[in-house]
């Protein structure tokens, strides 16, 4: 992401609603963990960083530990549409207390599908 955009983000209400996440977190597409520090992280139990592109799981891993999450961190290398995989890991429908993802969808294949995936992962609560 380039410095523009990132300062940008800082200006919108991004950052308040990111910490909002609370409970099991699904994160698609993390990235380097651009986001992590707008977590709250008293309000997480868990959080699974769904990041295909495995070049940027060391970037995602030096975040994590920076922010003191590796205990409730795991980083998923597969796709967000790769429901097999995320079942691997207990990520089920009606599962996740909250999902969250930051400039992701837009370069989807078929983001309504996804997006729709991602809902369906929610608690009934979830947000
Ligand atoms: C522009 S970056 C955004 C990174 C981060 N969310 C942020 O706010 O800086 C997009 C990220 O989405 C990931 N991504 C792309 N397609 C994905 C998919 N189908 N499932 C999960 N992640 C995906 C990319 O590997 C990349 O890390």
Do not use: W
């Amino acid at each position: 992401m380039n410095k523009t955009v990132a300062a940008g983000q800082l200006e919108t209400n991004l950052p308040s609603l990111v910490a909002k996440a609370n409970g099991t977190v699904l994160e698609v597409g993390p990235g380097n963990g651009y986001q992590l520090p707008h977590y709250d992280k008293s309000k997480i139990t868990r959080i699974y960083g769904v990041e295909p592109n495995v070049d940027l799981h060391d970037a995602l891993r030096k975040t994590v530990k920076e922010r003191g999450l590796s205990n409730i961190y795991t980083i998923l290398p597969c796709e967000a549409e790769d429901f097999q995989t995320l079942a691997k890991y207990g990520i089920e429908k009606g599962s996740m207390d909250t999902a969250l993802s930051v400039q992701v969808i837009y370069g989807m294949p078929s983001p309504q599908e996804t997006t729709k995936g991602m809902y369906e992962l929610l608690k009934p609560r979830g947000r």
